[in-house]
């Protein structure tokens, strides 16, 4: 038996991707150099969890999260 967790208009909410201005573009996919010191590769991190961790870095918060 299917359940729903979602209404319709969050599941188009969810599956949308906000509009954002250039501020808002600059600030959440540019990675600061804090990002790149966390994501450096001499703390043992493999590319693959680097690439990782830049994009969950570079992804903006969800509407509500701030």
Do not use: W
Not at 23 to 31: P, T, Y
């Amino acid at each position: 038996m299917a359940t729903r967790v979602f209404a319709d208009d969050e599941l188009a909410r969810l599956r949308g991707f906000p509009e954002i201005n250039k501020e808002e573009l600059i600030r959440f996919f540019n990675l600061t150099p804090a990002d790149v010191g966390f994501i450096d590769p001499g703390r043992g991190r493999s590319p693959k969890d680097r690439l990782g961790l830049a994009v969950q870095l570079c992804t903006p918060p969800s509407e509500g999260a701030e």
